[in-house]
């Protein structure tokens, strides 16, 4: 699973082209970390950006042992990790240079999902970033299959609720919390691919205004 995750960091971090999004001496926030994968993907490829450092987000994860072991050897000083939820991040006002969710937003509910962006939009400066990757459904037969397949992929209840939404919308959305896209990838695979057939997924990265 370690090898497998590894691989979907490196995907994920191509498709957005997040290097070019990210700048030296800035730090980057990353809402629901998890297991802490893209947490190490992102400082492996930014080791050229002198100063740049990722902090993780999650109200019940920590990165696993392999992750921890070679952030240790690999990135020692230019990382750390929270726990506790993305609506409260441990910044001050306009104190980090960008934040990213991946596939975090669709597991809470849309007032929740506000609450979230709310406060990323507190502690990112002007002209600092926001990555957004999701699973982007455009109608109910798109929906069904997405959330059959987030299911199996993630292991939930059938009874696990989910709050997708179009890429439309989550331009439109975001636009009115301050945020202008300035990138976007969709893509409906993604390596390794798990799911049973395509899914709509899209790589998003928005500037504060």
Same mark, same amino acid.
């Given at each position: /699973? $370690?090898?497998?995750?590894?691989?979907?960091?490196?995907? %994920?971090?191509?498709?957005?082209?997040?290097?070019?999004? !990210?700048?030296?001496?800035?730090?980057?926030?990353?809402?629901?970390?998890?297991?802490?994968? !893209?947490?190490?993907?992102?400082?492996?490829?930014?080791?050229?950006?002198?100063?740049?450092? &990722?902090?993780?987000?999650?109200?019940? +994860?920590?990165? #696993?042992?392999?992750?921890?072991?070679?952030?240790?050897?690999?990135?020692?000083?230019?990382?750390?990790?929270?726990?506790?939820?993305?609506?409260?991040? *441990?910044?001050?006002?306009?104190?980090?240079?960008?934040?990213?969710?991946?596939?975090?937003?669709?597991?809470?509910?849309?007032? !929740?999902?506000?609450?979230? #962006?709310?406060? #990323?939009?507190?502690?990112?400066?002007?002209?600092? @970033?926001? #990555?957004?990757?999701? $699973?982007?459904?455009?109608?109910?037969?798109?929906?069904?299959? @997405?959330?059959? +397949?987030?299911?199996?992929?993630?292991?939930?209840?059938?009874?696990?609720?989910?709050?997708?939404?179009?890429?439309?919308? +989550?331009?439109?959305? %975001?636009?009115?919390?301050?945020?202008?896209?300035?990138?976007? @990838?969709?893509? $409906?695979? /993604?390596? *390794?691919? /798990?799911?049973?057939? *395509?899914?709509?997924? &899209?790589? /998003?990265?928005? &500037?504060?205004?």
């Amino acid at each position: /699973m $370690d090898s497998l995750l590894r691989r979907r960091a490196r995907d %994920l971090f191509d498709k957005g082209d997040l290097g070019a999004h !990210m700048k030296a001496g800035q730090t980057y926030a990353d809402v629901g970390s998890g297991s802490g994968h !893209m947490i190490e993907h992102l400082l492996l490829r930014t080791s050229h950006l002198p100063g740049l450092k &990722c902090v993780g987000v999650d109200p019940m +994860w920590k990165p #696993i042992l392999q992750v921890r072991d070679r952030l240790k050897r690999d990135a020692k000083g230019r990382y750390e990790f929270f726990q506790t939820g993305g609506e409260h991040l *441990p910044f001050g006002p306009e104190s980090i240079g960008g934040a990213s969710l991946f596939f975090v937003l669709h597991h809470v509910s849309y007032e !929740m999902q506000d609450k979230i #962006i709310a406060e #990323i939009t507190r502690v990112v400066s002007k002209g600092g @970033v926001l #990555i957004l990757f999701e $699973d982007t459904p455009s109608n109910p037969k798109e929906w069904r299959h @997405v959330e059959r +397949w987030d299911r199996i992929q993630n292991f939930e209840s059938p009874r696990e609720k989910h709050y997708y939404r179009p890429i439309a919308s +989550w331009i439109s959305h %975001l636009a009115s919390k301050g945020f202008d896209l300035i990138h976007q @990838v969709p893509f $409906d695979k /993604m390596v *390794p691919q /798990m799911g049973l057939r *395509p899914v709509p997924h &899209c790589a /998003m990265v928005f &500037c504060k205004a």
